[in-house]
């Protein structure tokens, strides 16, 4: 095990801090939308004559952004780079702020609805959608070729803790907006200022990201190994381990082995694109997304589902520090299967409850054991597989597909998450469940152990395979 002496850590962790503005305001842009359902129900659904599922539709619209931008970020991060990549999405989510703020501007009458007015909304959505979609895929990816390897889980799980603060910060901000206020002043003016209140951090991050460097792996790729051993005599104490971790990356780049993305065999893209599957469809985005909603159907005032909301968010924090501190002492895998059991006992009782109509203070016990197995595994742990299981000279196309089956599959269980609790309430939590009980079944038959392993012994890994 590598000690901090072999590295400046203080350095590292700046970088991180800023890479991680990214995941701050992924959360942020996605959770956002908790506080605004029913504003959003009552100012462009309800008017223009639509149901259920146009405002499931319209509330998880920005994951069709989100889809494109994971996508987009394989060609991205290949050709403008890492940095580059993630200040693209900065931008995209300052625009996605202020456009779902006044979708009314510049083509329509401000505060009157009309299916124009839910179109440009939507639209705005995806903008937003598409910068969060670059940020998940970029910001893991930077900082795991940032990162050395003994501490590359504990730096990518930050980003997940950011994700999470950043949907604590967002549901503090709903509720202090909403806080004394009539429900017809939120549906009026209260969202727009949920909505806008994402610009500050958005400007933030773009302002700071001209202050961190492009990584070392990347400069090494398109042939820049000059900066990239620049980079490395920052990371690391000396100029003889720098130059040694250079010579590793070279090799790997420059093996015969061509850069097409089968090149390493298709099971290691299968098994990644399953890893970011299955974190969507043990159902965590229904209790993020939908928090206020569910408490509320449990019989909670509007006020006191916002708060619940966050009670949750602060276990969520609490459980994703649990990932950071044991994710590169017990590894990835037994995080992800004990989780992937915590999560199944949650959802079962949950499921049970709902069909035997009990409401109450269990029910939020279980959903709390749910949220917290999901955030100390896969919500963190997910993230550091994707950006250091694929070899260097794949990760920019290969992160792009497991990202975008992601935001897929997330979109898949938001959209019909509405129309299942309509149709079943004990059947939906009781399928999320099932997905969990499959996760764990799929982590110990298929996903390797990466704990301690450079990016490029990983390489090594699946040629071998």
């Given amino acids: 095990m590598s000690n901090n002496k072999e590295y400046n850590i203080t350095y590292i962790f700046l970088i991180t801090l800023v890479a991680t503005i990214g995941g701050l305001l992924f959360g942020y842009d996605t959770a956002v939308i908790s506080g605004t359902v029913e504003s959003l129900e009552a100012f462009l659904i309800v008017p223009n004559g639509l149901g259920a599922f146009a405002l499931g539709a319209t509330v998880s619209s920005a994951l069709i952004g989100c889809i494109i931008g994971g996508l987009l970020s394989g060609i991205l991060s290949s050709r403008l780079g890492r940095k580059k990549s993630l200040m693209v999405a900065a931008v995209l989510f300052l625009i996605a702020a202020l456009g779902s703020a006044f979708p009314e501007f510049?083509?329509?009458?401000?505060?009157?609805?009309?299916?124009?007015?839910?179109?440009?909304?939507?639209?705005?959505?995806?903008?937003?959608?598409?910068?969060?979609?670059?940020?998940?895929?970029?910001?893991?990816?930077?900082?795991?070729?940032i990162a050395p390897a003994s501490i590359?889980?504990?730096?990518?799980?930050?980003?997940?803790?950011?994700?999470?603060?950043?949907?604590?910060?967002?549901?503090f901000v709903n509720w202090g907006i909403a806080l004394?206020?009539?429900?017809?002043?939120?549906?009026?003016?209260?969202?727009?200022?949920?909505f806008l209140s994402g610009a500050i951090p958005s400007a933030l991050f773009g302002i700071l990201l001209f202050f961190v460097p492009e990584t070392p792996r990347y400069l090494s790729l398109v042939h820049q190994d000059v900066k990239a051993l620049n980079v490395l005599e920052k990371i690391n104490v000396t100029k003889e381990r720098a130059t040694a971790?250079?010579?590793?990356?070279?090799?790997?780049?420059?093996?015969?082995?061509?850069?097409k993305l089968t090149a390493?065999?298709?099971?290691?893209?299968?098994?990644?694109?399953l890893i970011s599957?299955?974190?969507?469809?043990?159902?965590?985005?229904?209790?993020?997304?939908?928090?206020p909603e569910i408490f509320k159907s449990m019989g909670s005032g509007r006020d006191s589902a916002m708060l619940q909301t966050i009670v949750m968010g602060l276990i969520n924090v609490i459980f994703t520090v649990v990932a950071i501190i044991t994710v590169d002492k017990w590894g990835r895998k037994p995080?992800?299967?004990?989780?992937s059991i915590g999560m199944a006992v949650g959802m079962f009782a949950i499921a049970t409850l709902a069909f035997q109509q009990i409401i109450g203070m269990w029910t939020l016990v279980f959903i709390i054991i749910y949220t917290a197995s999901f955030m100390m595994s896969w919500g963190p742990i997910c993230w550091v597989l994707i950006s250091e299981i694929f070899p260097n000279k794949i990760r920019g196309q290969a992160v792009a597909i497991a990202v975008a089956a992601q935001w897929a599959a997330n979109y898949l269980i938001s959209s019909t998450f509405p129309a299942m609790r309509e149709?079943?309430?004990?059947?939906?939590?009781?399928?999320?469940?099932?997905?969990?009980?499959?996760?764990?079944?799929?982590?110990?038959?298929?996903?390797?152990e990466t704990k301690g392993k450079t990016l490029e012994e990983m390489e090594k890994l699946w040629k071998k395979s």
């Fill in 106 to 145: 510049p083509f329509f009458t401000h505060g009157q609805s009309s299916m124009g007015v839910l179109w440009a909304f939507n639209f705005y959505r995806v903008i937003g959608g598409i910068g969060v979609g670059l940020a998940s895929a970029v910001c893991p990816m930077y900082i795991g070729e």
């Fill in 152 to 171: 590359r889980g504990r730096l990518v799980s930050f980003n997940q803790f950011a994700i999470i603060f950043g949907m604590l910060v967002v549901y």
């Fill in 180 to 194: 004394g206020e009539t429900p017809d002043w939120v549906h009026s003016i209260g969202w727009r200022y949920m």
């Fill in 245 to 259: 971790i250079l010579k590793e990356i070279q090799e790997s780049l420059g093996e015969s082995v061509k850069s």
């Fill in 264 to 273: 390493y065999g298709i099971g290691v893209i299968v098994i990644g694109i």
């Fill in 277 to 291: 599957v299955f974190q969507q469809f043990v159902g965590i985005n229904v209790a993020l997304y939908y928090a």
């Fill in 335 to 339: 995080l992800l299967i004990t989780g």
């Fill in 423 to 448: 149709f079943s309430t004990p059947m939906t939590y009781g399928f999320y469940g099932t997905m969990a009980i499959l996760s764990a079944i799929f982590v110990w038959k298929w996903v390797p």
